[in-house]
Structures are given as structure tokens and as C-alpha cells.
């Protein structure tokens, strides 16, 4: 059983940055960032492999980034130029098929 704890979101403004953190209790493997906005299915925003590739959705291509510290078991999401529509409940998924309970992120002026 791996726990996965997220932080880092909070409230900002459009354009703004935030990093989310997502810390594993144990060996990360092929990791993944997901959302969930009110009203609408959980979508994959970014994935990173346990060799360091990424795949992004593409309606945060060149804004968002993921990251791995695999001495750390944590995995990071930079997310600039913040959008409203990037407001959502942001999930840390472990490939092993553990989910992490959340963090919100709320983007308003």
C-alpha cells in the first residue's frame, strides 16, 4: 500500500503560478497528475514515466510541467499563466493504482 499526500494549491489569480507536490509513502513509479473540475469527469492533465517522459493534456502544453524526485518519492506539477478554467480538485495517481485525496485549485480574479 502506497499513500500519496498532495499540497500546494490554494487560491491565485489568472496568469499566476502555483506547484503542486505529491509525497508517496513508498517507491514512486510511472506517476500522473489528474483534475476534476465541478460537473465534469476527472481528466489526465500530465503523466510522467518512471524514465522521466511526460505526456500532457493539450490545454496545458507549454503552461504545465512534471516532475520527479525519485529520492524524494515525490512528484511535482508547475503550473504557470493559470487560467479559470484550470480551477479543479487535482488528483496524484500512483500506476500501481493509488489516488492521493486531493487539492484544490482555484483561479479567479
Known amino acids: 500500500q502506497v499513500q500519496l499526500v498532495e499540497s500546494g494549491g490554494g487560491l491565485v489569480q489568472p496568469g499566476e503560478s502555483l506547484r503542486l507536490s505529491c509525497s508517496a509513502s513508498?517507491?514512486?513509479?510511472?506517476m500522473a497528475w489528474y483534475r476534476q473540475a465541478p460537473g465534469k469527469q476527472r481528466e489526465l492533465v500530465a503523466g510522467?514515466?518512471?524514465?522521466?517522459?511526460?505526456n500532457y493534456v493539450d490545454s496545458v502544453k507549454a503552461r504545465f510541467t512534471i516532475s520527479r524526485d525519485n529520492a524524494k518519492n515525490t512528484v511535482y506539477l508547475q503550473m504557470n499563466s493559470l487560467k479559470p478554467e484550470d480551477t479543479a480538485l487535482y488528483y496524484c495517481?500512483?500506476?500501481?493504482?493509488?489516488w492521493g485525496q486531493g487539492t484544490q485549485v482555484t483561479v479567479s480574479s
Open positions: 513508498g517507491s514512486i513509479s510511472a
Open positions: 510522467i514515466s518512471s524514465s522521466g517522459r511526460t
Open positions: 495517481y500512483h500506476a500501481f493504482g493509488y
